[in-house]
């Protein structure tokens, strides 16, 4: 059993850093892959990034390739998310997920989310 809350969240300016944490509770979480996922206000949520139990493989949206960094630190229980030159289209509730064992990173078969994050860039 996985349990995860995020933090971090807040009301930033275009162009400002801003790092997000999710920690994790439970013996699976160290050995889990984590993503972050975002919800704009009235949209889909959609993939940000993910991370692999061991940090070795990581892969990013398109849309924040070279401006977010994914990191964890297994022995914290925490994954990071590091954003930099944020836009105003990054604002949303940011949440992270931890991914069921062996579902080729499915999103559709998430074992745990967190309550998420509220980020606002404003310009």
């Known amino acids: 059993q996985v349990s995860l809350v995020e933090s971090g969240g807040g009301l930033v300016q275009t162009g400002d850093s801003l790092s997000l944490s999710c920690a994790g509770t439970?013996?699976?979480?160290?050995?889990?892959?984590v993503g972050w996922f975002r919800q704009p206000q009235g949209k889909e949520r959609e993939f940000v990034a993910r991370?692999?139990?061991?940090?070795?493989?990581?892969d990013y949206a398109a849309s924040v390739k070279g401006r977010f960094t994914i990191s964890r630190d297994n022995v914290k229980n925490m994954v990071y998310l590091h954003m930099t030159s944020l836009k105003s289209e990054d604002t949303a509730v940011y949440y992270c997920?931890?991914?069921?064992?062996?579902?080729?990173?499915?999103?559709?078969?998430?074992?745990?989310w967190g309550q998420g994050t509220l980020v606002t860039v404003s310009t």
């Open positions: 991370i692999s139990w061991n940090g070795r493989s990581i």
């Open positions: 997920g931890a991914y069921v064992p062996f579902s080729d990173y499915d999103p559709n078969a998430m074992a745990a």
């Open positions: 439970g013996r699976a979480f160290s050995s889990s892959a």
